[in-house]
């Protein structure tokens, strides 16, 4: 299918002229980094923007950059790269499954993480790492720059805290401040493009601090803060777990739709939740468990 | 329309293009590279894939006119001479029949052994779980494939 919506197409070079570009057209500008959310918009009629930006050629835009205690992930950071990073993995490993979990190879070399944040759609992988990290979205404008919690960053399907003329320069991930372990479990019906029928980060830290964040059952993706705070500070028996299990449909509003069914979604995610805190532990314990099969796909 | 050039199966060349215009439209239709396919054309299938500086992407969720500057190589140019060891393993094992899904195939696998030479099994479906195939149920492409990194075909 051919893209039937004209365009004008700019390539900036420097964020000076990003950020002038985008006051002048404002909502008419369609952003464009990997284009694999965006192109698909376009050709389905969801989005007809009269201007493309393609930021890809923006000098001042970074990719990855990892410091001792925090990890900027830029704008033009694709799902590639932070799978390519030895030091993601072995420290952010909760970030690093969610990023295998996004569709395929092809897919992964073009679309980037902060592309993913914006397109903000329900069923997206990279939510929930972002979330149980406590991670900060970064935003330049003609007014200024902003810092968002990326807690306050979803609003609605499709909708984030972006104003029409901001650009998201990046995303800082703060290192865990203790040992730490994590994982992502996504429920697909096959490997390659499936989207999520729902998904699951969980970090847990040495001070017994749980974090717990699910996508692709709500409106937005969430952090399930009932059970977090049901947990925080104990170690989990069978009671306990029982107790948390008990939490999660009133954490999650999943709806019925062609990938699932509302019932499902939430027997789901309670068998997600309790299989991904048993490789959480077994992780802190030093064992390599590969989460692609946990859920005996 | 605007005026870009790219190095295409490493030869430079010119080409007119919309800003609407995907890179698969461009290749085929303008460039005359028949290998690129047109399956779903919104990234799930993968017959489109193309290296773009030696990465695999999938061509109809590219405009072309992002690509100026860039290296492009399809599987023509993969195998301007002769047919590669990967070609001739997918025709030793019979690994297509209707051959739409091949050439995106053998470009994704393309990249799998320039980043890593002896891929087993399990990485070799991971890479592979974008490319959809409905002929063969997969197991004479991983045969192939297996053939050709030199491991045992069971």
């Known amino acids: 299918m051919s893209i039937t919506n004209d365009f004008e197409y700019y390539c900036p070079s420097s964020l000076d002229e ?72 072995d420290n952010y490993l909760l970030l690093w499954e969610s990023a295998r979990a996004v569709a395929s190879v092809g897919i992964r070399n073009r679309a980037t993480l902060v592309g993913n944040i914006c397109s903000a759609v329900p069923c997206m992988d990279s939510a929930p790492a972002l979330l149980c990290y406590d991670a900060i979205v970064h935003t330049v404008s003609k007014t200024g720059k902003r810092d968002i919690p990326i807690n306050d960053w979803f609003i609605a399907p499709r909708k984030t805290a972006r104003k029409a003329d901001e650009l998201v320069v990046g995303v800082t991930v703060p290192l865990p401040s203790q040992k730490n372990s994590g994982c992502y479990i996504k429920l697909g019906r096959y490997g390659g493009e499936d989207l999520a029928q729902a998904g699951l980060g969980i970090l847990i830290r040495a001070d017994l601090e749980y974090r717990i964040a699910f996508t692709a059952v709500g409106p937005i993706p969430i952090r399930a803060q009932k059970i977090e705070e049901l947990l925080k500070g104990k170690e989990i028996d069978q009671d306990l777990l029982k107790q948390a299990k008990e939490l999660v449909a009133e954490e999650i509003s999943p709806i019925t739709d062609i990938r699932s069914t509302r019932e499902y979604r939430e027997h789901i995610c309670r068998v997600m939740f309790e299989r991904g805190l048993i490789v959480c532990q077994q992780r802190m314990n030093g064992e390599i468990i590969n989460t692609v099969r946990i859920l005996g796909g | 329309m605007k005026e870009i050039t790219f190095i295409l199966n490493n030869e430079k060349r010119s080409v007119q293009v919309e800003p609407s215009e995907t890179l698969l439209e461009v290749l085929r239709d303008k460039m005359g590279l028949k290998s690129p396919k047109c399956g779903c054309d919104r990234g ?3 017959a489109c894939v193309v290296l773009l500086n030696g990465k695999s992407v999938r061509s ?83 045969d192939a494939i297996l053939d050709v990194t030199g491991k045992e075909v069971k």
């Open chain 1, 18 to 89: 990003t950020v002038k570009l985008l006051e002048q057209l404002g909502e008419q500008a369609a952003l464009l980094a990997g284009g694999t959310d965006l192109i698909v918009n376009i050709k389905d009629d969801l989005e007809s923007p009269s201007a493309v930006i393609d930021i890809k050629r923006v000098s001042e835009l970074r990719g990855l950059d990892i410091d001792k205690d925090k990890l900027f992930i830029g704008a033009k950071t694709t799902f590639t790269d932070i799978l390519d990073s030895s030091v993601i993995k």
């Open chain 2, 60 to 142: 109809c969720l590219v405009l072309a006119i992002e690509t100026a500057g860039m290296e492009i190589m399809t599987l023509e140019g993969i195998s301007a001479k002769n047919l590669n060891a990967l070609q001739e393993a997918f025709i030793a094992f019979n690994s297509f029949q209707c051959g739409y899904c091949a050439p995106g195939i053998i470009i994704t696998v393309t990249e799998l052994l320039t980043k890593n030479p002896k891929p087993d099994l399990e990485e070799i479906k991971e890479v592979l779980s974008g490319n959809l195939c409905r002929c063969t149920g997969y197991k004479p492409i991983f």
């Open chain 2, 44 to 46: 799930d299938c993968g």
